[in-house]
């Protein structure tokens, strides 16, 4: 049983470790620090914020899955770009 477990979470190593390395590889728009605005899932409008990190995951996420961005929230929270478009994230007007 150990060993099945070992190797278990040696492939979830691995898959998240190319999935990082193909992630990076992918130019993203906006630097960390930069004032955003997000569309929110269960929120109306657009909401500002600052990028915090780059090619984000939280545990639970399939393996090699990451999120190119996680933002914190001006109201409060930190939530993470699904994707690098116009549709979901775009640079802030303050």
């Known amino acids: 049983m150990a ?3 070992a190797r278990e979470a040696l492939r979830y190593d691995v898959e ?3 999935g990082k390395a193909e992630c990076v ?6 630097p960390v620090g930069t ?9 109306d409008g657009w909401h500002k914020g600052r990028i915090v ?3 984000y995951r939280e545990w639970g996420m399939p393996p090699g899955q990451f999120m190119p961005y996680q933002i ?3 109201r409060g929270g930190l939530i993470m770009a699904r994707y690098d478009n116009d549709g ?3 640079r802030a007007v303050d």
Request: charged share 40%; proline share 0%; aromatic share 6%.
């Open 25 to 30: 590889q992918k130019a993203l728009r906006f």
């Open 88 to 90: 979901g994230i775009r």
């Open 3 to 5: 060993l099945r477990e």
């Open 72 to 74: 914190e929230l001006d």
């Open 35 to 43: 004032r955003v605005e997000c569309r929110v899932d269960g929120l």
């Open 16 to 18: 998240n470790a190319r």
């Open 53 to 55: 990190n780059h090619w």
